[in-house]
């Protein structure tokens, strides 16, 4: 398969979309689909992080400041705890719809699934036969062993 | 990154592919087993005790319970404390493996997250119950409120042990559902049955194994890895911290916050064992959790072993060491010796000395033994809480408010309560749910079957 998607770019053939059972991590890097989750999850980090705080130290200091002991409302060190978790909780959260909204995956059954088998043991290449050489990727897979090549 | 060659094959047998996803996705579709109504039928008994403990607390008070002035916190706590230390496995197992590129996780982290995630339901009920008017609760959440608006005090451990567990039951419970994306899907295009495709379908969310899918599904694995890895040490941390703050003999240390997190890895572990030999005999998983598998977490359970034994000689050394005499009592006079010695002694020889048996291969091979020293370690665990929580309170620095405790009925009744959640729970895992992560262990079957 990894042979088949080599030549398929190296013929300057458009591949529409690859659908493989596990992660291939050729595939990944090459087929120059790129993901700026990570960098979006920082983001959500860094604003969480500054928004609970805001909240501890509004409520607490601002709004209605309580005596504890005589300890300072502006309790620093023990708000960290909280900002932290709260942190953590938000970037998960966030970046989880992203990811759903990103990658398209929410509870549906309207998008076409190419090979059923996909998900078990096969790896599926889809090329737009209207916008590229159908014959010519067609052979080129044929060539590189594939197992069927469907044209839909 | 996939260099396994130093520990031998991960997964025996050259599995194909489409072998791979037959096997362990069997069990979704064959018949109940006998045993499995029966496990359910036991498991829903013991749930409908605890449904009734649970009314009784509800509707006559906390006073059905064995706890008193002295001995405020009882059962309840202890078994908070046992069961989110439980929780603590598949956290432990899936995130801190995953982010030590550790590819034996695989095969178990399905199970050991799913554990995490009753294990930490289980425990939530119980500070909730402890806080006596449940319906009063959510005074918990600092909302805008009509009492002030009066804002909760940041500065309580108890507050962070909210914001914690609830956080921790979410981001686990996410964790897991994105890892079985993959695996629904892989169901959802394999079962001939239209009910089950719609299910599966539906839980799937349209995953199709696409480029474009798979890399931002690994960025997000590793962003949750990644941040959820400081919440295994966080939580148990922070329940720490409800003892440590304080000003209790035995409890006001700073050892408690990474003695917990020990404890709570050391326990989940074992729970994690005792749970995957039963797994792999009944579904005769063997060539996918292997021997090998199971000798990498006996060998990991030695070394925590040996963290839990320090921990408890530091506990007792710097006791003494300190001078403060009720320090010295509590820990000499009231655990070593007294009246809780027994508690005591079971919790050192379970979680100190018997896992030292598995320094041996034999013994360690032999997984009867095995199994039986991990459930002895979960009980010295419970003890371990048991002796935290009762012998500091029972007697402190007042002696004419000493006093003493045993649960009652309602107590005990809820324990067994949430053990049949926790049963339950993992028998419908078992059913409904494929127990090893089909994609991982494929991706973790090519780089080996390449590698030859």
């Known amino acids: 398969m990894l042979a088949a998607f080599r030549k398929l770019k190296e013929q300057e053939i458009e591949i529409e979309d690859v659908f493989t059972p596990y992660p291939v991590h050729e595939i990944l890097e090459k087929h120059g689909r790129k993901s700026r989750i990570t960098i979006v999850g920082w983001f959500y980090g860094f604003f969480a992080s500054l928004a609970v705080l805001a909240f501890l130290i509004y409520t607490a200091v601002i709004d209605w400041p309580l005596n504890y002991g005589g300890k300072p409302s502006n309790a620093f060190p023990s708000f960290m705890v909280i900002t932290i978790v709260l942190t953590i909780f938000s970037i998960t959260i966030l970046s989880l719809f992203t990811f759903s909204w990103r990658a398209k995956l929410w509870p549906s059954f309207g998008k076409p699934i190419y090979h059923p088998e996909a998900t078990d043991d096969k790896f599926v290449i889809l090329v737009n036969k209207d916008s590229t050489d159908a014959n010519k990727a067609a052979s080129v897979m044929k060539e590189t062993g594939a197992i069927e090549v469907l044209e839909k | ?73 009882g059962w309840a706590i202890i078994n908070f404390v046992w069961w989110i230390g439980i929780g603590h496995a598949g956290t432990a197992f ?33 500070p909730a119950l402890h806080m006596g008017r449940i319906w009063d609760a959510f005074f918990i959440i600092p909302y805008p409120n009509t009492r002030g608006p009066l804002w909760v005090n940041y500065n309580s451990p108890l507050f962070w042990d909210f914001i914690a567990i609830s956080a921790y039951l979410l981001i686990s419970a996410s964790f897991w559902f994105l890892g079985m994306i993959p695996d629904f899907a892989t169901i959802r295009d394999n079962t001939t049955s239209k009910v089950k495709k719609a299910v599966y379908g539906f839980f799937a969310m349209g995953w199709r194994g696409s480029s474009g899918e798979w890399k931002r599904y690994e960025g997000l694995s590793y962003i949750l890895g990644g941040i959820a890895a400081v919440l295994v ?17 035995g409890w006001h240390t700073t050892i408690f916050p990474p003695y917990f997190v020990v404890g709570a890895i050391f326990s989940g572990f074992a729970m994690v064992m005792t749970l995957m030999i039963i797994l ?6 063997e060539e996918y959790v292997t021997d ?8 990991i359970l030695i070394f925590v072993s040996l963290i839990m034994g320090t921990a408890y000689l530091t506990e007792i050394f710097m006791a003494w060491y300190s001078g403060n005499e009720y320090e010295i009592f509590t820990f000499f006079h009231n655990r070593i010796t007294g009246e809780f010695t027994r508690q005591f002694w079971i919790m050192f020889v379970f979680n100190a000395i018997v896992p030292q048996l598995m320094w041996f291969k034999k013994i360690r091979s032999n997984l009867v033994i095995v199994f039986i020293i991990s459930i002895l370690i979960n009980i010295g665990m419970w003890f371990e809480r048991f002796n935290i929580v009762v012998t500091s309170l029972s007697k402190d620095y007042l002696p004419s408010a000493w006093a003493s405790y045993s649960p009652t009925f309602v107590e005990i009744s809820m324990y067994l309560g949430t053990l049949g959640i926790f049963i339950f729970g993992v028998l419908l895992f078992f059913k409904y749910i494929p127990m090893i992560a089909i994609s991982e262990v494929k991706a973790v079957n090519k780089y080996q079957l390449k590698k030859k």
């Open chain 2, 94 to 126: 899936s995130i801190f493996l995953l982010i030590l590129r550790q590819e034996w996780r695989s095969s178990i982290n399905r199970a050991a997250e799913a554990m995490t995630v009753v294990a930490v339901g289980c425990a939530a009920i119980f």
């Open chain 2, 280 to 285: 792999r005999k009944i579904y005769k998983f």
């Open chain 2, 292 to 299: 090998a598998h199971l000798d990498k977490v006996a060998k």
């Open chain 2, 1 to 73: 990154m996939y260099n396994t060659e130093v520990r031998g094959p991960l997964i025996l047998g050259n599995k194909s592919l489409s072998q791979i996803t037959a096997d362990i996705t069997s069990p979704l579709y064959a018949r109940p087993k006998f045993w499995w109504i029966v496990g359910l039928g036991i498991s829903s008994v013991m749930m409908l005790l605890g449904f009734w403990s649970i009314y009784v607390t509800v509707a006559q008070g906390i006073g059905t319970w064995g706890v008193n002035n002295t001995v405020g916190w």
């Open chain 2, 233 to 249: 040490v966080s939580v148990h941390s922070i329940v720490s911290t409800d003892f440590a703050v304080s000003v209790e003999p």
